[in-house]
């Protein structure tokens, strides 16, 4: 690996005075003492780093503005959507100037004839949700943290439940305004619907987690809202069951909208957590899918089939939600899982690994024999519809040092295994810096400097979010 | 620009002898008396350039050691699929090597527990679609040219009919196995169907018109077949009236599987081609309309309010196809459109741009005034519901100086028209090296210099098809 050598300047007065001048006071934070220690870390990735600076810049010339000067000066540059990630994507490693979104949170145009929908990236995935169902439009992609903003779920590339028949934010994205780090403004992709005009730099800034430039405007494909929805809660007797009748479900040709795992510890936490019943939490394991469509005869005959299959496989039951109170209940419980877990323990890390959906099962298997080979509680759910998990390391009352021997000797075996399956690192949560040792393992030496030379194309001064996917510099945290 | 002032060095007895060691005699032809010319041009590009070699690699390991042995020696590589392109991406500029994906055509794998299949490079396009429909599974780009190998499909993401309802190549490749230019064998995504696991280098290489490396393997996404499929032909009074129709078909919130148009006088030359008869030809526009589906219900509900729309938007007629022979026949002649108009006239060339779809309407209206203001014949048809059309000048009786100074003239007008209307050089045909000073005015010089810059981050030796995107090198032609 190619070491750091360079080393980024500090914020001077003079930094500052600039800044001030393009953003304004309202628009400008500097130093720890008046940062926000929100600014510092995300939801889970257990790093505390200030920026210098913090700027809200309130338009496209603004950011331009701030990332010219930046360029010039080799200050390197984090940008940060609400900070909801989990793998330290959004930290300032560096320092520098973390450029925050919050302020360009307006919806700004709903194309109806081309079912597109123009976003500033603050806005949040519920207000962008709400606003295109208000018009009888549907925006697929369904990440669990619902206030995540829409320029972070871009950057990371998210999925979300619904994955299994609609896809993933990818899918969605039709157009980005992108401000390059020397300031230049670019425009890739658009409204339309079809593009094969050079390589596709709108699908190289999705998922890049800041590395690149800064998206400030995005071009959101919609679809018709489905008119009917219906949920199936299926209880099976242990989890491995339950998983391994989702290979029978696609193979049956039956797309369910989304397939998730769940193990009954997880639904009782989740009852403590958010003081709500579960519809049922006396077995040990569930899959909850979803089916939507136009007509309830399409959705009868789709859902009867998998009933069908899931009997057959040995769930013990079938429970229909078929109201939308009820189904709206459920998948909020669902929406709820990783505050609930992490509210019953003193401290976690998550995998995020994706592998073929016909390998979820042994998985699980395999993080089972982890937890009672290593001795450490493992809490687990995800998507097994796509193949996509999360699974949670659990602290509990272990001593620091333990808990870091423990968790990486764990997370070791548990990536080794992904890989072994054909599977990889990140299904929807991204790299950040937490993730980067498996990249690693992953591509190896060749793929990890492929991935260098793609960010240096970009940002060949190297100020855009250093420490991450693609950069010369790796800062060592534990 | 930076211009090209380094020279490829001529291919030598010794580098004939070491390609001669990896593929054998069956697998090498050497020098333009013995290289078939079909593999000196493409469909429509109308330059012929000889490689120096052909080669047909059998498997990855050959692949790979071709390539390391031309970038060691700075040769250049193009690759072909079936050279069904109409803008000279597989044309081998620059001599060299031309390597040949026909021997490896094999369908490796069907995996019907994760909805995929594994294919080489050289499977035909209709070979793979009736392979995986004996399976009862469905792999929805439909472009036109059924001929096409999927390699060649995915290089240019080729879009096709189904755009619409299903989206385009990019959609359906869930993994590459991809040799780099120095040979090393990466593998990009694979079974999984979600990844945020570092730059998505799959997109990179999708519709990277074999610039970056060479497909060797693919991993292609598959959906359950649909059970019934139906087709609408909509007679209008012109072609204004018809296009109008689509925004309003978009709004109403109900999405066919293809909406095509064609003009009244393509069909009768579909017709004289084909030798056989259209439903109706007395119309001077026509909309053609696909609806698919698991029930005929959410068919004929789908269907009867796009009828309506029609109707109520001037349709003269609305025709139903409901058995699969109608249909096919339907389809048929559309897919012989291109063929048809090129047996119609002397030599032509082609526009594929692709604009919002509520612009189509505009952009046709535009051609027609170039036809008449430029005094030159122009053939349109395309994909009304996904904004990519397909506009062709017929050079006729023309004389050459004047056929080239006429095409470039209204070609220019064309590419600005639908810049103006934010849309893009190219919705499924790619770039090759006909289109790039258009790409050039689509990007600037700033785009053009971050093609070129990405395009080194993997061929740092410029062996990828010299001459074409991201290349360093221009040839000039005209």
């Not at 339309?192 to 999705?206: A, E, H, M, Q």
């Not at 007509?295 to 009997?311: F, H, Q, R, T």
């Not at 039951?317 to 929406?335: K, N, P, Y």
Request: charged residues 25%; proline residues 4%.
């Amino acid at each position: 690996m190619t070491t750091a050598t360079m080393q980024y300047e500090a914020i001077d007065q003079n930094d500052v005075n600039y800044l001030l001048s393009i953003v304004g006071e309202e628009g400008l934070f500097v130093g720890e003492n008046n940062i926000h220690d929100d600014y510092s870390g995300d939801e889970l990735a257990g790093i505390e780093r200030y920026p210098e600076v913090l700027v809200y810049p309130k338009n496209t010339q603004e950011i331009s503005k701030i990332l010219k000067y930046a360029n010039e000066n080799r200050i390197p540059v984090t940008s940060r959507g609400q900070g909801t990630g989990l793998v330290g994507g959004s930290v300032a490693l560096y320092g520098g100037i973390m450029l925050s979104t919050e302020k360009m949170n307006n919806i700004l145009e709903l194309d109806e004839e081309n079912l597109t929908v123009t976003v500033e990236p603050g806005v949040l995935l519920m207000d962008l949700t709400a606003f295109v169902e208000s018009h009888d439009l549907f925006y697929p992609p369904d990440p669990g943290e619902k206030s995540a903003s829409i320029g972070g779920n871009v950057s990371t590339n998210a999925g979300g439940m619904r994955a299994v028949k609609y896809g993933v934010t990818r899918d969605f994205v039709r157009g980005i305004e992108f401000v390059m780090p020397d300031g230049t403004v670019m425009n890739f992709g658009g409204k339309i619907v079809k593009n094969s005009s050079g390589y596709s730099l709108k699908d190289f800034v999705v998922g890049s987690e800041g590395t690149l430039g800064v998206i400030s405007k995005l071009i959101l494909k919609l679809l018709p809202l489905p008119k009917h929805k219906l949920s199936l809660l299926v209880p099976f007797k242990d989890l491995s069951s339950a998983i391994k009748t989702v290979p029978e479900i696609i193979k049956s040709k039956s797309i369910p909208t989304a397939i998730e795992f769940m193990q009954g510890k997880v639904i009782l936490a989740s009852e403590e957590f958010l003081g709500k019943k579960f519809p049922d939490n006396s077995s040990d394991a569930y899959l909850l899918l979803q089916f939507d469509g136009n007509s309830k005869e399409e959705i009868e005959m789709n859902y009867e089939k998998v009933a069908d299959i899931c009997l057959e496989c040995g769930a013990l039951d079938v429970l229909i939600s078929d109201t939308d109170e009820r189904h709206d209940s459920l998948w909020t419980a669902r929406g709820a899982f990783l505050e609930a877990i992490k509210a019953s323990t003193t401290q976690m890390d998550e995998c995020d690994v994706v592998v073929p959906r016909n390998k979820v099962a042994d998985f699980i298997i395999f993080t089972d024999q982890c937890q009672k080979e290593c001795d450490i509680r493992i809490s687990s759910f995800g998507h097994a519809g796509d193949g996509n998990l999360h699974v949670y390391l659990l602290r509990d009352e272990m001593d620091e040092e333990t808990w870091n021997k423990k968790a990486a000797a764990v997370f070791e075996r548990m990536y080794q295994k992904a890989f072994e399956m054909g599977g990889a690192v990140s299904g929807e949560h991204g790299i950040g810096f937490a993730k980067l040792p498996y990249l690693e393992e992953e591509f190896g030496e060749k793929g990890m400097e492929l991935f260098r030379r793609i960010k240096l194309a970009f940002d060949p001064n190297e100020i855009m979010n250093p420490g991450k996917l693609g950069s010369n510099y790796r800062v060592s945290l534990y």
